[in-house]
């Protein structure tokens, strides 16, 4: 980028910053760069939030308790717009412990907190690999593939498929799922649902769940649904395990689909990196660093439930505020050298996964799912290259991310 003070001064008029200018997500690391050299934070009045940019300034968000991620009361107006139809779609999505707040939300987090034990996580280690093996298989050199959809769209849901004791024949039935819950929380967010659809896609996951907890019960296995079930049912109803099984089956997937999918397209610019992931040696590393440059969580929202002074701004209570992590984990303070990137990086609190109390409890199992994934694909395909020119990133205010990478295996 030849002038970025310019670029960005004229894409952002009177430096009104809109986080879902595609020049964002194009050029993360001249925004980041210019945006620094100012307030660390700032209103957006394009994005209707107040935006944290700093990694100081983010971490504290996130640790900020008078910032609330509760968004009942919203579905609350949204039930009352729409009608009792709704009401069994927003039960399970307050069960959900990230619309919530303490004491809710420790109460709703610690049983699936405590399910993912040591075991469970060794079960998912032989998934991960397994999975990446399956889908490995069918493929040689010289084949043209789209990489998302072939490989790292269907491997998060497979393992998250394992991770609740999904039986493998049901895996097609789940996946399909899978992408009709990113439908129901969309059209909740937005308010642009296909009404009957999702109240029938509510009712098949709470059938299906019920009877799978039903069964776990009688068959206990090293599954999280069997460990929630027999352990946490004093302190979750049936509709709050069903709520936290879809919430998994939610974050889980698209995230690490996404994630898998702009490594690829961000190491294509990085074949010294492509090394040595292929030796091996920075297995420990990797992962952590392609969150911090190529993570799909641009920033997180909350809204400000106690008025107060924050950086000289005045925060008055139901404000939006955006943590934006895509510039925090670019910041000088913390990160040596932060345009370069570096799969070797030690030091490296990155917060692509959250911070806090909120902080991901799907983190090691993505972080398994790319290192295993990217290091044998690596190894399998060392001459693999772009099928044509690079996709463009998505613009969007929360999120960074491609529709596809096509790639010459
Ligand atoms: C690359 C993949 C992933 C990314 C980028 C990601 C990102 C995040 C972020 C940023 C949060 C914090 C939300 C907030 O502060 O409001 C979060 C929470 C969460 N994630 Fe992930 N996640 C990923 C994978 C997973 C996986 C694989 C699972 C489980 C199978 C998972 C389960 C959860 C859950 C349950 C929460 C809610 C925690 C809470 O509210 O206490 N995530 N994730």
Redesign the pocket.
């Known amino acids: 980028m030849s002038d970025p003070a310019a670029v960005f001064s004229d894409a952002f008029p009177g430096g009104d910053i809109d986080l879902g200018n595609r020049l964002v997500n194009a050029e993360p690391d001249a925004f980041a760069e210019w945006v620094l050299a100012g307030d660390p934070i700032r209103r957006s009045e394009r994005n209707r939030a107040w935006l944290l940019l700093s990694y100081k300034a983010a971490t504290e968000g996130?640790l900020e308790p008078r910032f609330s991620?509760d968004r009942t009361r919203a579905f609350k107006r949204q039930i009352e717009r729409r009608g009792d139809a709704f009401e069994r779609t927003y039960s399970l999505l307050a069960g959900?412990?990230?619309?919530?707040d303490p004491p809710t939300?420790t109460r709703?987090?610690e049983p699936?907190?405590r399910a993912f034990t040591p075991k469970v996580m060794e079960r998912l280690r032989t998934s991960v690999e397994d999975t990446v093996e399956e889908l490995l298989a069918p493929l040689s050199a010289g084949d043209r593939i789209d990489f998302k959809s072939a490989f790292a769209n269907p491997l998060?849901a497979l393992?998250?498929a394992d991770?609740l004791g999904v039986p493998r024949e049901e895996r097609v039935r789940f996946q399909v799922w899978s992408d009709r819950l990113a439908e129901i929380v969309f059209s909740v967010e937005t308010d642009d649902a296909d009404e009957a659809g999702v109240v029938a896609a509510t009712e098949e996951f709470v059938s299906f769940f019920t009877e799978l907890m039903d069964h776990r019960r009688r068959h206990p296995g090293e599954d999280l649904i069997s460990k929630v079930v027999n352990s946490g049912l004093d302190e979750l109803d049936e509709l709050e395990v069903v709520g936290?099984c879809t919430?998994?089956?939610f974050?889980?997937?698209e995230?690490?689909t996404?994630?898998?999918a702009s490594s690829v397209r961000t190491l294509f610019d990085h074949p010294d990196a492509v090394t040595q992931i292929r030796s091996g040696e920075v297995e420990a590393t990797f992962a952590d660093e392609l969150?911090r440059v190529a993570?799909?969580?641009k920033a997180?929202?909350?809204k400000v439930s106690e008025a107060h002074e924050r950086g000289g701004h005045r925060f008055s209570v139901g404000d939006t505020v955006f943590?934006v992590?895509l510039v925090a984990n670019r910041d000088p303070a913390t990160f040596a050298d932060p345009t370069r990137l570096d799969v070797a990086r030690a030091h490296n609190p990155q917060?692509?996964?959250?911070?806090?109390?909120?902080?991901?409890?799907?983190?090691n199992?993505?972080r398994l799912?790319?290192t295993i994934a990217l290091g044998r694909l690596y190894r399998r395909f060392p001459s693999m290259t772009p099928d044509g020119p690079l996709p463009a990133w998505r613009g969007n205010p929360l999120g960074r991310s491609i529709r596809e990478m096509p790639v010459v295996l």
Do not use: K, Y
Request: hydrophobic share 60%; glycine share 12%.
């Open positions: 996130f991620s959900w412990m990230v619309f919530r939300h709703l987090r699936v907190r998060p393992v998250i991770l936290a919430l998994l089956l974050a889980g997937h995230t690490t996404n994630l898998l969150m993570g799909p969580a997180m929202v909350r943590l992590m917060l692509g996964f959250g911070w806090g109390s909120h902080l991901c409890l799907g983190a199992l993505a799912e790319a």
